[in-house]
């Protein structure tokens, strides 16, 4: 019998792509563009948008300029600001999705459970509350910044009043008028805090490692020039070209080059000096560790929020939740009717909450558990016809994620391309490709700022080892990504 999925000469394969932010939505138009109609994408959701569906906390918005922040295909003209805010990015993406038809391939409302490689038949088997549904090539854009972490924090269970993660905001929960406590001074909640701020009776907020913080060159669109982005493609081209070669003089400071970081932090200690008159307020909100090593994060408002006389920072562990309450570590008890966490994702997570077998059966997660991994980020030796968009070392600590995103499309669409024309089964990258690599990126990791920064960070997990960041500057990466080498794989007919 003829494989249905043959034409000719020529090979259909069928792609299941899990998650629909920008990593899934991209990558199922880029496919589209080169082809490939047999595209399903399945999103636990009941709206595309991904981290952009998940954050509504007040004041969410982006920290990437909004033209660099959207893809080279289809670029938004119709931003506000120069940073957009959340409400905007989502309707980017719905507009980005009616505006390439990809509407019949979403599967929303269907959470993808568990996927299963068979070795004979080169396919992929996709468990979900749906039913089954087979697939040649796997890829995951599940991200690296979606299940929240909150920390264990001692009584946090004897706490009677509301308590939720700044990726789970609880519109429900009125704090005008009330005092709220808020763990945590991340990406997050420099934007929620101020936003909060001026409502609640008084707001506490519990920091483990004062930020890094640069002033935020913001600024509203007016109406003419919008229509000037809309009629002249040529200036939303000129802004994203700017913005990013900003970004890629940065991932030489944050690799190595004390040149680049030295005015950056100059610029940031004067801001913080200018921002905070009182001393001690002062010495609390500066970071003890070197610029880089955590994300840089910028913001307009911080700094004047935490001078509010209703405002409190401390930079002491929290001893303990109660009832009422947290105590601190100076044994004082501060009222809370409502805790805030702004703690961050569990970020090596990168295909949660999916269980993928790959040959012999082998489990995703134990593989990482042990050493997350990936080859360019994208392919894990063992998992055939498998990709991962915004997986291991592809974070950087400035840059837009949707570049990296775009440089991995590029890759799949490389490979299936492979699989059609070879007639293949299935490609796999070598084990040797990638021990190559993994140790290409332990070698360049090791003087960069995230490793030797003095500070517990995201992106180097317990045993020191760089897993999230890529060590060097974004053009070698799109250099690298822009096919794949066929003597990094196994093709199999």
Known sequence: MPDPRSNGNLRRPSVAVVGAGFGGVGMAIRLKMAGFEDVTVFERGETVGGVWRANTYPGAACDVPSHLYSFSFARGDRWSRRFAPQEEILAYLERT?????LRPHLRLGTEVSAAAFDEASGRWTLTT???????DLLVTACGQLTTPAIPAVPGIEDFEGPRFHSADWDHSVELTGRD??????GASAIQFVPAIAPRTSALTIYQRSAPWILPKNDREYPEWEQRLFG?????VAASRLANFAVFEAFTYGFTGSDAVMKPVRAVADLYRK??????ELRRRATPDYEIGCKRVLITNDWYSTLARPDVELLDEPIERVTADGIVGADGIERPADAIVFGTGFRSHDFVAPMQVRGLGGRELGEVWSREPGAHLGTAVTGFPNMFVLYGPN????AGSVIFTLECQFNQVVDAAERL????LRWLGVRPEAQ?????EIDRRSAETVWVTGGCGNWYVDEQGRNTNNWPGPWLEYRRRTRRIDPADYEFVA
């Open 180 to 185: 709220v406590a808020v763990v945590g001074t």
């Open 420 to 423: 059609r024309d070879g007639r």
């Open 394 to 397: 592809t974070n950087h600590g």
């Open 435 to 439: 021990a190559a690599w993994q140790a």
């Open 231 to 235: 009629r002249f493609p040529a200036r």
């Open 97 to 101: 999705v009616d505006e390439f038809g």
């Open 129 to 135: 509350d749906g039913g089954e549904h087979l697939a």
């Open 274 to 279: 200018r921002e905070l008159a009182d001393p």
